[in-house]
């Protein structure tokens, strides 16, 4: 009776022990690839942080107090805001994937992005500079447009565009000492290689007043713009006095829309920019560019 009981076990064991095995390493796979997919979920998660004057006022001090003067002659500083820029974006602040690209000088180029909904949809790229002129703490130059710029990406972070928004940090505009044309031209390389864009916004010298300056050499980059409640459209040669030197100008000529979003005009040489900026004029200003970007992404009210 007892051998009779084994014979059936062992058939059904058999039949049994495979399929188990089989079940549980399913099982298996399916539980490492929901624990992954939760892991890159989890990785790719942005916090988003309202724009406010307490933090534009801290993140001005930072550049313009404590680093100061950022250029190729100060390279330690220089180098402390790019990595300022990175560690208030990146993974463990603000949630965003750094993209750093190879500059001239041993710099990077600094970009992050939101993707869109629509991934064809053309984008829009938000580019400022990082670096200050010689011999300069660049409050202006470009403490306020920096300052702007981060805190919009921090602002948009958590938001769903339906077209992918760039935010580019070059580190050579502003030092002419600097090898800006070779920075600028690997920034039209980055922004040429993908769609053409919808709008191409160089943010510089936010502090003057809340009113937005829109300007371009491109007329027609003027085209989609929608000002209203926002600030006014002035000519370039207004706004950059006949100086090809502000980063939209440099732009335009390599063939890009750029659009320059400002608050004054250019400072004019041996103009002061060592001052504190006011924080609560660029807080101001910055809700400004921001509900110019969701106007363009079609998610303004």
Excluded at 137 to 142: A, M
């Amino acid at each position: 009776m007892s051998s009779k009981k084994k014979s059936r076990v062992v058939p059904w064991l058999l039949v049994i022990l495979p399929v188990w095995l089989i079940a549980s390493a399913a099982f298996a796979l399916v539980k490492y690839f929901k624990d992954e997919k939760a892991t890159q979920a989890e990785e790719e998660k942005r916090f988003a942080r309202t724009v406010s004057s307490a933090l534009i006022a801290d993140d001005l001090r930072k550049i313009v107090t404590i680093i100061g003067e950022r250029n190729s002659s100060k390279s330690t500083e220089l180098r402390a805001m790019a990595s300022m820029i990175q560690g208030s974006l990146g993974p463990s602040n603000t949630g965003y994937d750094i993209n750093l690209v190879d500059g001239p000088a041993d710099f990077p180029l600094i970009r992050v992005s939101i993707p869109a909904i629509d991934e064809n949809a053309a984008p829009i790229w938000i580019v400022t500079s990082y670096d200050s002129p010689r011999g300069s703490v660049g409050g202006e130059k470009n403490a306020t447009g920096l300052t702007a710029t981060l805190a919009t990406a921090q602002a948009l972070a958590s938001s769903t565009p339906s077209q992918t928004i760039h935010f580019l940090f070059l580190p050579h505009v502003n030092d002419t000492d600097a090898p800006v044309l070779e920075t600028a031209k690997l920034a039209a390389n980055l922004i040429e290689n993908g769609s053409k864009p919808h709008a191409l916004l160089c943010i510089e010298a936010m502090g003057e007043q809340e009113e937005l300056i829109v300007s371009s050499r491109d007329i027609a980059a003027l085209d989609n713009f929608q000002v209203d409640g926002l600030g006014k459209i002035l000519g370039a040669e207004i706004v950059c006095l006949s100086d090809d030197f502000d980063l939209a100008s440099i732009l335009f000529e390599l063939g890009l829309p750029a659009v320059r979003i400002s608050t004054r005009p250019t400072l004019l040489p041996g103009e002061a920019d060592d001052k504190l900026p006011f924080a609560p004029t660029v807080s101001a200003s910055t809700g400004r560019l921001i509900e110019l970007i969701n106007r363009f992404d079609g998610t303004s009210p």
